[in-house]
């Protein structure tokens, strides 16, 4: 079974500071989809930056970029730069988008505290 | 604005009485799916459509009906409500493009109680 494990329930990180969150997965798949998701206190689910397994090169948006390793099975995101708003539940999730579901297996996720 | 709406966000109801979360997007995605979040359990699947009367289940499908007859629209139906489906709802869309993943869509959640 696909499985993604977050293995930082909670992080904190001073302000303008750079942070990295952990996420590891299982899959037997050759090709498939990374996500990072943000979770406001607001609630509402948001993207944060995408990584599609083919492409060797690691994504980047903005102030956030990941780090793939494909053969470990790793999909750490860094945050550099820190803002308050980046406070927030980060989920890491997963899709091999078998059959067109846009089903993602997700984390747990870790709870960001950025700190003034 | 670009948006996937759900209602209602808080809703307190008791056991057996039939309730239904509305959602609705407005960026004519082919792709909607429901999930459930709970502490330690994390976001569920609880069905999806891939279009209109095109409707299968999830993960945790028990006690719960969809309905997809307009594109905008997919409306979660708890015929019969229990405490156990007590958790927070969300929404999601996501233009359907070949084979590649899309980003998905988020409504802002509803969190429903059943007493």
């Known amino acids: 079974a696909q499985t993604v494990t977050q293995s930082q329930p909670e992080m904190s990180v001073q302000e303008a500071e750079t942070v990295t969150l952990s996420c590891t997965y299982d899959t037997s798949e050759s090709n498939y989809y990374l996500f990072w998701y943000k979770q406001p206190p607001s609630r509402q689910m948001i993207l944060v930056i995408r990584q599609e397994a083919y492409k060797q090169q690691n994504a980047t948006e903005n102030r956030f970029s990941v780090n793939f390793q494909k053969a470990a099975k790793s999909f750490s995101l860094k945050i550099s730069d820190s803002q308050l708003g980046d406070t927030a539940m980060y989920f890491c999730?997963?899709?091999?988008?078998?059959?067109?579901?846009?089903?993602?297996?997700w984390g747990l996720g870790t709870s960001l505290a950025v700190n003034p | 604005e670009a948006q996937v709406t759900q209602n209602p966000r808080y809703l307190i109801t008791v056991t057996g009485k039939k309730l239904t979360v509305t959602c609705s997007q407005n960026m004519n995605h082919e792709y909607m799916s429901w999930y459930r979040q709970d502490p330690g359990l994390g976001l569920r699947q609880i069905y999806y459509?891939?279009?209109?009367?095109?409707?299968d289940k999830g993960d945790v499908p028990e006690g719960y009906k969809v309905s997809r007859k307009e594109k905008r629209n997919f409306p979660l139906i708890l015929e019969s409500p229990s405490p156990n489906q007590t958790s927070l709802y969300f929404c999601a869309s996501s233009l359907l493009a070949g084979g590649t993943a899309g980003e998905l869509f988020f409504g802002e959640g509803s969190r429903l109680t059943v007493l």
């Open positions: 459509s891939m279009n209109v009367e095109v409707t």
């Open positions: 999730a997963f899709s091999d988008n078998a059959g067109n579901n846009r089903k993602l297996i």
